[in-house]
């Protein structure tokens, strides 16, 4: 699948609102990184300052591996679609963070291992039940590495086209660490051993299977490293390639994007292959206590916003960091100038250093 090219965010907006922040009542810089991201969300935008945000979207991903049934996971498959349920029941980790942070939240079923289908059009996008054993076998078929990608491209012209102003990536499924961190391993050049984690919190006997599995799967994955829709469909998964579309989508939209986690981060590497310069609409929520996800900020140059030893996925990270972006984008929009506030500049560099000494 092909994407058209990647317009970066506004860079004459950029140093408009870079500019606009030395105007404000505060002293040069102060506000740290919470400037650069409120010069980020003006530059996404194309304004300064910036709008506020009006609509902001989880999309959780959700999808079975094959790799689950095989002692990979501290939890069986089942809890897949279980937690699903918990989703729509509104009872889940991501339900409480979104309400808190002003988010809605929307699930897509892509290979969820149940022949049931959810309600109110979840599982309108599913490809499959669960993707497969990837330590020895495909994941996927080239056509449903095709319907997956075009499920996730879909889901993301949907939000857009509904009004979503930013948009959050989270994901649910037993197992899918294992083929994420395949995904890291095979694009960073990665051993198996930097790259296994606990996951959900498996024992050491599950975390040597893990790491076998990887180990067999990342020598299925490295012929086929440079070619994006052929690694996902040899060691990805029908929720990683949804994911992998929809953050390219997203950034065709020209829509920013919070990043969550280790899961996420894998779908983002493979985007940026699929869509080169997508990576300039993305930030990265958080820093998972997952070892691959450092080499997944460094792979894509992001700074994780939050560090809060999470590794819970569903967006939890993404959503913790999302008051911050808004935050940001209205100290930018609604701080008073200096002329506004009748403030002298130099009176509060002078306030600064008398501070700092």
């Known amino acids: 699948m092909e994407f058209p090219p990647i317009v970066a965010p506004d860079e004459d907006v950029a140093m408009a609102a870079a500019a ?13 990184r919470l400037e650069e991201l409120g010069c980020w969300l003006a530059a996404c935008q194309g304004v ?15 999808g079975d ?11 069986p498959p089942e809890v897949t ?25 929307r699930v897509v079923d892509l290979a969820v291992d ?18 497969g054993r990837i330590d020895i076998e495909d994941a996927l078929s080239d056509d449903e590495v095709h319907a997956a990608l075009s499920a996730g491209r879909a889901v993301a012209d949907q939000e857009v086209d509904s009004g979503a102003d ?10 899918n660490t294992t083929a994420a961190s395949v995904l890291i391993a095979a694009l960073t050049g990665a051993e198996p051993v930097a ?16 790491t076998a599995c990887i180990r067999d799967a990342l020598r299925r994955a490295r012929p086929v490293t440079r070619r994006p829709a052929s690694l996902l469909r040899t060691v990805g998964g029908a929720d990683l390639a949804g994911l992998a579309g929809f953050l390219a989508q997203a950034a065709v939209r020209r829509t920013p994007v919070l990043l969550d986690g280790l899961v996420v981060g894998a779908a983002a590497m493979v985007a940026d292959q699929l869509a080169p310069g997508a990576r300039a609409w993305w930030r990265a929520g958080h820093r998972s206590t997952e070892p691959a996800h450092g080499l997944v900020l460094d792979h894509l140059s992001l700074t994780p916003l939050l560090e809060l030893d999470l590794r819970l996925g569903e967006a939890s990270g993404a959503l913790a960091a999302l008051p911050l972006v808004t935050m940001a984008g209205r100290l930018l929009a609604e701080m008073a100038t200096f002329a506004d506030a009748g403030v002298s500049e130099g009176g509060a560099g002078a306030s600064e250093d008398h501070a700092a000494r």
């Not at 930013?166 to 197992?175: D, F, K």
């Not at 606990?198 to 040597?208: E, F, K, L, Q, S």
């Open 48 to 62: 300064c300052p910036p709008r506020p945000l009006g609509r902001r979207r989880v999309v959780v991903f959700a």
């Open 195 to 210: 790259v296994v984690g606990r996951g959900t919190g498996v024992d050491d006997a599950g975390w040597m299977r893990k």
């Open 166 to 175: 930013l948009l959050i990536a989270g994901e649910m499924g037993i197992g």
């Open 20 to 32: 606009r922040q030395t105007r404000l009542t505060k002293p040069l810089g102060s506000l740290g």
């Open 65 to 75: 591996h094959g790799v689950a049934r095989h002692g990979v996971s501290a939890y």
């Open 81 to 105: 679609a279980q937690m699903v349920g918990n989703f729509l029941a509104g009872g889940a980790a991501v339900n409480v963070l979104a309400a808190a942070a002003g988010a809605t939240v």
């Open 114 to 131: 149940t022949d049931d289908l959810f309600p109110g059009g979840v599982s309108e996008h599913r490809v499959r039940r669960s993707s």
